[in-house]
């Protein structure tokens, strides 16, 4: 058996009628979600669903996102929609994905993780605690059970050391034939994210700027979105755009901009060639200080290291 997640997976249609076999009326739900493609806009855009599996048999799934039903809460991560078939129950297989989220939200650095259920008697077994009462987003009563993370022991350094192994498997699998051009303008194949961010075309996006808005949808990809271009790049108001990540008060925004310019101008490929030439001579953090002074000086120095 082992542990593998849907959204960077090549078989969704395969383990999508697996969920669907599920006799539990939240597992359909999900299956429904996952069909409208709703699930990440529900739960947060970095929510991953992990599935137990026997070969090509679904054993067990449950989803590891920043939100759950309990909404709207600062209580992040959360495990929701977890279940195990019955062929396989009395096993503890859900301890196998229990222990695999709180893996990955150890690296993540979080104090807690959270369940929001009504079974009691079931997460106790797995080192959980009831926490207190919260309605959930159909206005019923919750259970809140939590999970220390952050105590120092081998129990932590176990999962630190499994959550950095397997968050950088769902990372590579995220990154496969993905574009890593960002919406807005940058090179997600040279941001210093690029061993825990999947890039923002992803299906494991975790830029740090799209972060702090709703569901972790950054604008500037919303807006693209919407007007169905393939980036800022494209944009005719490009030039004059103060939205999201070009907010003139925001760290960064000159030299996104100026990046974003030079894509319209020069294209993809010899904007990765560029970045290459930089990332030789500066670390991420001082590319973008060097290119942040203002948008023309950035684009000035991009030119000129493109006809070096």
Same mark, same amino acid.
């Given at each position: 058996?082992?542990?593998?997640e849907?959204?960077?997976?090549?078989?969704?249609?395969?383990?999508?009628?697996?969920?669907? $076999?599920?006799? &539990?009326?939240?597992?359909?739900?999900?299956?429904?979600?996952?069909?409208?493609? $709703?699930?990440?806009?529900?739960?947060?855009?970095?929510?991953?669903?992990?599935?137990?599996?026997?070969?090509?048999?679904?054993?067990?799934?449950?989803?590891?996102?920043?939100?759950?039903?309990?909404?709207?809460?600062?209580?992040?991560? &959360?495990?929701?929609?977890?279940?195990?078939?019955?062929?396989?129950? #009395?096993?503890?297989?859900?301890?196998?994905?229990?222990d695999?989220?709180?893996?990955?939200?150890?690296?993540?650095?979080?104090?807690?993780?959270?369940?929001?259920t009504?079974?009691?008697?079931?997460?106790?077994?797995?080192?959980?605690?009831?926490? $207190?009462?919260?309605?959930?987003?159909? !206005?019923?009563?919750?259970?809140?059970?939590?999970?220390?993370?952050?105590?120092?022991?081998?129990?932590?350094?176990?999962?630190?050391?499994?959550?950095?192994i397997?968050?950088?498997?769902?990372?590579?699998?995220?990154?496969? !034939?993905?574009?890593?051009?960002?919406?807005?303008?940058?090179?997600?194949?040279? @941001?210093?994210? #690029?061993? &825990?961010?999947?890039?923002?075309?992803?299906?494991?996006?975790? @830029?740090s700027?799209?972060?702090?808005?709703?569901?972790?949808?950054?604008?500037?990809?919303?807006?693209?979105? /919407?007007?169905?271009?393939?980036?800022?790049?494209? @944009?005719?108001?490009?030039?004059?755009?103060?939205? !999201?990540?070009?907010?003139?008060?925001?760290?960064?925004?000159?030299? @996104?901009?100026?990046?974003?310019?030079?894509?319209?101008?020069?294209?993809?490929?010899?904007f990765?060639?560029?970045?290459?030439?930089?990332?030789?001579?500066?670390?991420?953090? $001082?590319?973008?200080e060097?290119?942040?002074?203002?948008?023309?000086? #950035?684009?000035?120095?991009? /030119?000129?290291?493109l006809?070096?």
């Amino acid at each position: 058996m082992r542990v593998i997640e849907y959204f960077t997976t090549d078989k969704k249609e395969h383990w999508l009628n697996e969920i669907e $076999k599920c006799d &539990w009326g939240a597992g359909q739900y999900l299956c429904q979600l996952l069909r409208e493609n $709703k699930l990440k806009k529900m739960v947060g855009q970095t929510a991953l669903l992990l599935m137990l599996v026997d070969e090509d048999r679904l054993v067990a799934f449950c989803s590891f996102a920043p939100l759950d039903d309990i909404q709207p809460t600062d209580l992040s991560p &959360w495990i929701g929609f977890l279940y195990t078939f019955p062929d396989y129950r #009395g096993h503890r297989y859900a301890g196998i994905l229990l222990d695999y989220a709180e893996s990955i939200a150890t690296v993540m650095e979080r104090e807690y993780i959270y369940i929001s259920t009504n079974h009691t008697g079931l997460y106790e077994k797995y080192g959980y605690e009831f926490y $207190k009462m919260e309605k959930d987003i159909g !206005g019923e009563d919750s259970r809140v059970y939590r999970k220390a993370l952050a105590v120092e022991g081998e129990d932590k350094d176990r999962r630190y050391e499994n959550g950095a192994i397997w968050k950088a498997q769902i990372v590579k699998a995220a990154r496969n !034939g993905v574009d890593m051009t960002a919406y807005c303008g940058f090179s997600c194949n040279h @941001c210093f994210l #690029g061993e &825990w961010c999947g890039g923002c075309r992803s299906a494991f996006s975790c @830029c740090s700027y799209g972060a702090f808005h709703e569901s972790g949808e950054c604008p500037n990809i919303k807006c693209c979105q /919407e007007k169905g271009i393939d980036g800022c790049y494209e @944009c005719h108001e490009l030039e004059k755009c103060t939205k !999201g990540f070009y907010q003139p008060d925001n760290d960064g925004a000159n030299a @996104c901009k100026a990046q974003a310019m030079f894509i319209h101008k020069y294209g993809k490929e010899k904007f990765f060639a560029v970045h290459d030439r930089l990332q030789g001579l500066y670390d991420f953090k $001082k590319t973008q200080e060097v290119l942040d002074t203002s948008i023309e000086e #950035g684009l000035k120095i991009l /030119e000129n290291t493109l006809l070096d």
